[in-house]
C-alpha cells in the first residue's frame, strides 16, 4: 500500500508564504500525477493545483498566480509553494496520486491520499 506522507504545513500570516511537500513512500509507484487538495472547515474538499509526470500542471483559479506547484515524477515528489496567503484557505492540504491518464481536478478520480497538514493563515 502506497503511503503518502506530506510536510511543510503550519502558520502563515496574510499574505505570507508557506512551502508543502509530499512524498510518496513507494518510489517503484508510478501515478500519472499528484495534485493537492484542500478541506476548509464544514466544507467540502476542493482541487489545488496538479502535475503529471511529464511536467503538465493545472491550477484551480483560486490558486492561479500565487501558487506552484513542481516536483519530481522520478522520486514522487510534489511540493506547493503557496504565496500570498489569505485567511480563507485556511485548511487541511492533503497530496494524493491519480492514475488517470490526464491531469483531473475531481478528488473522485485520485486513488491515494495522504494524512493532510495543517494550514493556519492569520489576519
Known amino acids: 500500500q502506497v503511503q503518502l506522507v506530506e510536510s511543510g504545513g503550519g502558520l502563515a500570516q496574510l499574505g505570507g508564504s508557506l512551502r508543502l511537500s509530499c512524498v510518496a513512500s513507494d518510489v517503484a509507484f508510478s501515478p500519472y500525477a499528484m495534485g493537492w487538495f484542500r478541506q476548509a472547515p464544514g466544507r467540502a474538499r476542493e482541487f489545488v493545483a496538479a502535475?503529471?509526470?511529464?511536467?503538465?500542471?493545472d491550477y484551480s483559479d483560486s490558486a492561479k498566480g500565487r501558487f506552484t506547484v513542481s516536483g519530481d515524477s522520478a522520486k514522487n515528489i510534489l511540493d506547493l509553494q503557496m504565496n500570498n496567503l489569505k485567511p480563507e484557505e485556511t485548511a487541511v492540504y492533503y497530496c494524493?496520486?491519480?492514475?488517470?491518464?490526464?491531469?483531473?481536478?475531481?478528488?473522485?478520480?485520485?486513488?491515494?491520499w495522504g494524512q493532510g497538514t495543517q494550514v493556519t493563515v492569520s489576519a
Open positions: 502535475m503529471s509526470n511529464r511536467g503538465g500542471t
Open positions: 494524493a496520486t491519480t492514475a488517470r491518464v490526464y491531469v483531473s481536478r475531481k478528488e473522485t478520480e485520485y486513488d491515494h
